[in-house]
Structures are given as structure tokens and as C-alpha cells.
């Protein structure tokens, strides 16, 4: 029978939207039935009693998810416990491995400790410096962080992190776990 999956994203500057998107193609091509749908714009009657498993994709800022993502965690966490579940976790620290200040697990760990959710998978995704949409002041603190973590510093160009060979690989394995479970 095929999956119904609700993948449910939050984002602020677009990349996890994209990367969303992205995913939910390829658990499409895998042959799930996927509602790609933005956190804060959830039908009030939403419930995750109609999915077979729930994707949930966000980005990290200042060491945290979105907080409506989170408030949408903490508000389903009993069910999402009781169900597949994956966290795709963006960062740009993904993107750096073993060289990152705080390690992505770390990210996850914070959101699990908040939430009460501990999800079945957690992706890694790197994200990306979207220098180009970024205000100055976003611009300059950016700037300095990519520099410190030997980044691209040349703020006229937006640099993509995001492997999407992995995410293809990722959203394949979590299609194969629901089909054989
Ligand atoms: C203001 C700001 C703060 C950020 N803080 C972190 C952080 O604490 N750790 C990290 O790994 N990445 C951090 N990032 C990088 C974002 O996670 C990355 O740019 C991601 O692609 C954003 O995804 P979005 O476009 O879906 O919001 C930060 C980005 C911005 C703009």
C-alpha cells in the first residue's frame, strides 16, 4: 500500500523550503504519497493520526530551529513518538563536519530536549549563505561567522552547501524502512 507522508518544513530564508521540496520529490519517486506543507500554515483541524509517517525539515539560526516549528513538535510530540519520524536538521555547520564549533547532533539534541520528540532519523542537511537576500546586518554577521569557519567571505555571490545526492539517498532509505515495517 502506498505511504502517506506529511513533510512539514519551516524556514527563513527559503534554502529549507527548497530542500523540503526537494525531498519530498524524491520520496514521490520512491512512490509515497507526500503533503508538503509549511509549519505555520497548517489547517487548525491538522492531526498526524491521517499520515503513515511524518518528515519534519528546519534550519538552524542562533542554535535553534524556527519556533513554530518547535511549537508544532512540542504540540504533537506523543504522536510523532508513536510513528516513523524523521527531522531533516538544516545548518551550516553540516556543511563543515568535524571543523564545526558545535557539532549538528548538538542542534538536534537541543530540539529533542525542548520538544519530547525523539525522531526515528535525523539528516544533517547543509544549508546555505544567502549573502544576496541577507539585510547588512545579517550580511556583515554572517560574513564574519563563514570567514571564521574559512567560508566564503564574497558577499556578492550566494554559496549552496546542500548535497542533494545525500538527500536523495535519505529520503530513498526512510521510503524502504516504512515499506518493509
Ligand atoms: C542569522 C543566522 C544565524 C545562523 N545561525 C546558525 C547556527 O547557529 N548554526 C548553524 O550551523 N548555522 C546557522 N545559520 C545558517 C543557516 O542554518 C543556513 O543559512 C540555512 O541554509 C538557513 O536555512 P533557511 O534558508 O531555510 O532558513 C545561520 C544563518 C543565519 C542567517
Excluded: C
Excluded at 512539514?8 to 519517486?29: D, N, P
Excluded at 520512491?30 to 498526524?48: F, I, R
Excluded at 544549508?127 to 537576500?133: D, I, K, Q
Excluded at 564574519?144 to 556578492?156: C, F, L, R
Amino acid at each position: 500500500m502506498q505511504k502517506r507522508i506529511a513533510l512539514i518544513y519551516g524556514t527563513t530564508e527559503g534554502q529549507t523550503r527548497k530542500i523540503a521540496e526537494h525531498v519530498a520529490q524524491a520520496l514521490r519517486k520512491a512512490g509515497a504519497d507526500v503533503a508538503l506543507m509549511h509549519a505555520a500554515e497548517l489547517p487548525l483541524d491538522w492531526t498526524p493520526a491521517n499520515s503513515d509517517a511524518i518528515v519534519v525539515a528546519a534550519s538552524v539560526h542562533q542554535a535553534q530551529v524556527q519556533p513554530y516549528v518547535r511549537d508544532f513538535v512540542e504540540r504533537h510530540a506523543d504522536d510523532l513518538n508513536a510513528m516513523p519520524t524523521a527531522l531533516v536538521l538544516v545548518s551550516l555547520n553540516a556543511a563543515l563536519g568535524e571543523m564545526a564549533d558545535v557539532p549538528p547532533p548538538e542542534y538536534a539534541k537541543a530540539l529533542r530536549d525542548q520538544t519530547g520528540w525523539s525522531p526515528t532519523v535525523v539528516e544533517h542537511a547543509a544549508g546555505a549563505l544567502r549573502y544576496t537576500e541577507y539585510n547588512w546586518l545579517k550580511r556583515m554577521v554572517m560574513r564574519k561567522i563563514a570567514g571564521d569557519q574559512g567560508m566564503s567571505t564574497d558577499t556578492s555571490r550566494d554559496v549552496e552547501f546542500t548535497d542533494w545526492e545525500a538527500l536523495d539517498r535519505f529520503a530513498k532509505a526512510f521510503h524502504d524502512v516504512l515499506r518493509t515495517a
